[in-house]
């Protein structure tokens, strides 16, 4: 079947200009995380989703972040004014729950900010 | 924050070597997670250790997680080419929180032909 599915795989953007990132998971998998992955860095921890409940939004590293995610399903991270340092690869990830459920990764979308 | 400790963070060895990688934390983690990351692709899931002492093993690759829970490790035996790429481990831990993994900074593991 389908895995997690990401896009644009490659984004290049200008300083200050919006993005928007998609993200569309496997098929009633209820929980949706968001990570960064920065050159020699871990992955980052962004937001969870877990089905109708509030996300956890607690690793976003600024108010120009923001999540959402419609219907259950699909989700789009969006990135304001950005800045180099947001310079990232932002990885989605889903699983069948929480806990202990095993995360299913997408490939990721590369963004760069010249 | 809970921090993992990966290392060595670059490895390059022959086809055929045996090699070690850890992951060690101060910090308790009720389970440990062991991914492989290939360029230009997302991790993927290798193994989940719960039980301190547990040891997985998957073909020629034995996972460890420490008596008490703070560290692990995984060993390659007789490394392919097939198993380049970044090994990265997650710690999860319990309670309302558990969703939430810390991962390590990965080893990047090169095995020439």
């Known amino acids: 079947g389908a895995g997690v599915s990401q896009s644009p795989s490659n984004k290049v953007t200008e300083k200050g200009k919006d993005v928007e990132l998609r993200c569309d998971p496997i098929s009633g998998h209820t929980a949706l995380y968001w990570y960064r992955q920065s050159l020699g860095q871990g992955l980052e921890f962004l937001i969870y989703f877990q089905g109708n409940s509030a996300p956890d939004k607690s690793g976003l590293p600024s108010d120009r972040f923001s999540a959402e995610r419609t219907g259950g399903s699909v989700s789009t991270l969006t990135i304001q004014r950005t800045q180099q340092e947001d310079s990232a690869v932002y990885l989605c990830a889903s699983s069948l729950s929480s806990g202990s459920s095993p995360l299913h990764f997408g490939n990721g979308t590369r963004l760069t900010v010249t | 924050t809970q921090l993992l400790e990966q290392s060595p963070q670059f490895l390059s060895i022959q086809e055929g070597e045996n090699l070690t990688v850890y992951c060690n934390s101060s910090s308790v983690f009720s389970s440990l997670q062991w991914y492989r990351q290939e360029p230009g692709e997302g991790p993927v899931l290798l193994v989940t250790?719960?039980?301190?002492?547990e040891v997985k093993k998957l073909k020629r690759l034995t996972f460890q997680f420490g008596d008490a829970r703070k560290d692990s490790s995984l060993h390659i035996t007789a490394a392919q080419p097939g198993d380049t790429g970044l090994y990265l481990c997650a710690g999860g831990r319990s309670g309302g929180s558990n969703y939430k993994l810390t991962f390590g900074k990965g080893t990047l593991l090169t095995v020439n032909p």
């Open positions: 250790v719960v039980t301190g002492g």
